[in-house]
């Protein structure tokens, strides 16, 4: 089982090493990332047969050393990331331009390890140098665009590291209270007081950030609209998802805190609305898209005050059935909205070559010119508006289910109004493709055939998915503290 903690982790490493001094960029990359789907595999596999996986990297166990541990969430995002990786990975072959130049590969792969190294990890300690690591890999990403990247890559990189001076200040004083760093031990001796609400605060923040919560998003539209068009999937289904990660994680271990669990309701319900009106107002298809990722986020962010009474063993029997309904239905979201989001920025970027600019003005024809990439688009978007029978569908009906049980009343509101806002820019965008070619005569960009495929095998797994998901629901509460 230890082999399933770390090779993960080491192989990607290596793999970045390999692809940045030998000539074999895309053989080496496409092998590791087979090789990370097939890991990803075996670990979800594992986890539901046998719970969570455990180790202690030379065999020096908690508080010495340092404490490793997957859980079903952890694993299915690495599924999640795996699928993502591939899929982007293929894209990049079928049309090299779009990775940003040969350093994309070895970047990748940093970034891959930064992410599997922060869900195996059972302290925070380490889980701070994971984050590190991943943060590094995905700015070196962004500035892959060029020269008009680079400011937006200076300022995610200062922003970052402003987070993660948060997170690690949190991390400090959890040691200075408890004695430890590993997380399952600083549970129990971490009891509800200033000290924890202080701790929840600070990490709060610091993985905000990274995560890209509103009012803390403001790098990310020029970040995607700068980047190459394989970069924007991996912030969003790697960078964004390792940061709810570690957050879930923090909460649902230390309890919580209900004051905090009202900010971040406040803070969750804006992301979702303001987040869905920029994204309809936007005229760039990438920014668009980015704006998406704000609301899309700020329903997962709902997972904690929904869940909040989950945490709590004393509570009613309805508010915890109806917290858990929630918890459920939030984390099927985070990852529909990792295969969808990566599909529509796939299919985004393709779109933009197709039709010669950015703007969502100039899609007028590409549904003729680019028929599977305008359905990939739709597909994608339908699955992010809670259509059904997407996965998407299936997590904000769990979350309705949940609100409503609860009677919460204002989340089942904040819900049904984002999905609308996700469907109309969705169909704005289709609008526009849908119309008439402007100019039928002129020389077009064609779309290489590898291309298509990635973004539209993202796309329909974020649909058929939904199908049958009670194995996912079963895999994300293995190890979870709401579970028991």
Known sequence: MADLLLLPVLLPLAGAVATAVLPWRRTVGLTVAAAQLGFAVAAVVAVLRDGPLRGSPGGWEPPLGIALRLDGLGAAVGLLAAVVVLAVLGHAVARPAAAGGPSAWPLTL???????????????????????????GAVGLVALGGRRALAPALRYLCVAVLGSFAFLVAVALVHARTGTLTLELAAGALPPGPALGTVLALATVGLGVKAVLAPLHAWLPDAHAAAPTTVSPLLSALVVKGSLVVLVRLWSALGGHAGLAVVLAVLGSGAVLWGGVLALRQDRLKRLVAYSTVAQVGYLVLLLPLALPALDPAAPDGARTGALLAWEGALLLLLAHGLAKAALFLAAGTLVGVA????????????????????????????????????????KWRMLEGAVTSGAWWAVAVLLVGGLLTASATARVLGVALRPDPDPAAARRG??????????????????????????????LVGAVPAG
């Open 110 to 136: 940093v970034t891959v390890a930064g992410l599997q190294a922060v869900l195996v990890s059972g302290d925070l300690f380490t889980t701070y140098v994971a984050l590190e690591l991943m943060t590094v």
């Open 356 to 395: 010669g600019g950015d703007r969502v003005a100039d899609l007028a024809g590409t549904a003729t010119r680019a028929p599977m990439v305008v359905l990939t688009f739709g597909v994608a978007g339908a699955c992010l508006a809670g259509l059904p029978p997407s996965l998407g569908f299936t997590g």
């Open 447 to 476: 779309v290489p055939a590898g291309a298509r495929w990635p973004a539209l095998t993202l796309a329909v797994l974020a649909v058929g998915t939904g199908v049958g998901s009670a194995w996912l629901v079963d895999l994300l």
